[in-house]
């Protein structure tokens, strides 16, 4: 059974930077889309960014554009995501998907194993 958990969560402050990974266990990641969403309080998910098998088709959200880079090591089974700049509106529990084929798409529905999620706090 594929698992998936992130780590790399904390609290930073407005400005600074975070390094999130998901690291999968009981599968290979290597031939599918990956996603990652988050979860602000009192919001509904949102997705940050999702990157295909390859890693040729990466797609941010425009809230994150610019600041955020995902990146993917095949040899670990781990995706990265470096979170620069941070702000308060960033503040959420964020999760790693993985999509059931190799294309990214926006759409969570497409996600179908997910991880327990990590807590990101921005504040001052």
């Known amino acids: 059974q594929l698992q998936l958990v992130e780590s790399g969560g904390g609290l930073v402050q407005p400005g600074g930077s975070l390094r999130l990974s998901c690291t999968a266990s009981g599968g290979t990641l290597d031939t599918y889309a990956i996603g990652w969403f988050r979860r602000a309080p009192g919001k509904d998910r949102e997705g940050v960014l999702c990157?295909?098998?390859?890693?040729?088709?990466?797609t941010y959200a425009d809230s994150v554009k610019g600041r955020f880079t995902i990146s993917r090591d095949y040899g670990k089974n781990t995706l990265y995501v470096q979170m620069n700049s941070l702000k308060p509106d960033d503040t959420g529990v964020y999760y790693c998907?993985?999509?059931?084929?190799?294309?990214?798409?926006?759409?969570?529905?497409?996600?179908?194993?997910w991880g327990q999620g990590t807590q990101v706090t921005v504040s001052s």
């Open positions: 990157t295909s098998a390859s890693g040729g088709s990466t």
């Open positions: 998907a993985k999509a059931a084929g190799g294309i990214a798409y926006s759409d969570y529905r497409r996600y179908d194993y």
